[in-house]
């Protein structure tokens, strides 16, 4: 296999090589604006369990209905909740819960309470009851601002999720992503329901490989508005944006180091794709290792101790891990003949990646103890996998209808979400991490 076949194949960033034009205007760049659609969601699946929950509308202010059904909206998406229905249930913070009543409508657990406002500052309070033990589980404020109303009713579902299940929830982290019409490209984030979404970037080149640091402040990303592909980094509140790897040949596949502090990056450089590790802000340049083949699509490990990649050293595309400091590299994927783009969960006990099983590019996950696979999802094309930040979703580009599109699976493959825009293909995602 050549390197430009491998290239082509392995690596779907360098695909797209022949659709980049040689110089770029500053004009073609524009930065930090509003995005003028949201992310449609469509759900299919339930979990293995699903909790009955009834959520009432909040009480004393008409924003209450809609902080309500957010966060109907944010556990029904996770496939793990049945929602009893609470129409006409007038309960506010402080009112006494008939546990009884609740558990012969079907609802192990009910969520409630008020909102009032004054002066443009909205004070919710809520409470969320378990009616089987018959006793208060979570009560806790919030104050914000109308545009922040959604954040916290985000915040209340993450909350729910986490008391019920015992595992963090997701709802109020965020997703990155690029979306393409026609030949512009914009690198957008949204919240994790695919709402709210803001441009950061939009250009007339290839924008592709966005990684969030481990603070969700950042941005790093390859652009190709120089001709050829450079890795960047863009700091979200200002806009502000720097080149952290702008060397001779291919710069591509940013990955950050769990302490943000260091950036793994593939280069060419000295003629073919090799990691490297880079200081965030671009100095320090080290190569892990030498390799007579190619080596792409680096990966920390969540303790940073180790570099996940994808080599063809093998004699075809495989995922291996080296450690941080140097040594040899282990081969990890032995199931098929292709496999590549490895991202571990953030307790290291799974690894997912794209495999190509009967000319389809599916998602697969692998025990990283005992080395079984479960196939997770049925192509045609699925790439580019990224965990949610609890570990319980799988986040990943699709194609449906003959146009691309986000798509989350869990872990168990039972409940999955597509994420499209009517405007636009959506590709190349990754999930932002937990922030607060």
Known sequence: MTIATFAKNIVRNLRRLSQVALVAAAANLTLGTTATAQLRVDISGVGATQYPIAIADMQGDPAGRTVAEIIRADLTRSGQFKLVNATGAALTAETPVSHDDWRSRG????????????????????????????????????????????????????????????????FSTRLAYVVKRGDVHELQIADADGQNPQVMLRSKHSIISPAWSPDGKKLAYVSFELGKPVVYVQTLATGQRVPIANFKGNNSAPAWSPTGDKMAVALSRDGISQIYVIDSDGSNLRRMMRSPLIDTEPHFSPDGNSILFTSDRSGSPQIYQVPVNGGEARRITFNG????????????????????????????????????????????????????????QILHSAVQNGRSVLAVVSTDGRVRQTLSTLDGEVQEPTWGPFTN
């Open 107 to 170: 609802a192990d657990y009910i969520a409630y309470g008020s909102v009032s406002q004054a002066a443009g500052q909205y004070t919710i309070t809520y409470r969320l009851a378990d009616s089987v033990r018959k006793t208060e589980l979570d009560g806790v404020a919030f104050a914000g601002s109308e545009k922040e109303l959604r954040r916290i009713a985000h915040q209340i579902a993450d909350r729910i999720y986490e008391k019920i299940t015992g595992n963090r929830g997701v």
């Open 337 to 392: 003949s292709y496999n590549i783009s490895p991202a571990l969960s953030p307790d290291s006990n799974n690894l997912v990646y794209v495999t190509r099983r009967d000319g389809a590019y599916r998602i697969a996950m692998q025990n990283m103890e005992t080395g079984s696979e479960q196939i997770l999802t049925d192509g045609p094309d699925d790439q580019s996998p990224s965990f949610a930040p609890n570990g319980m």
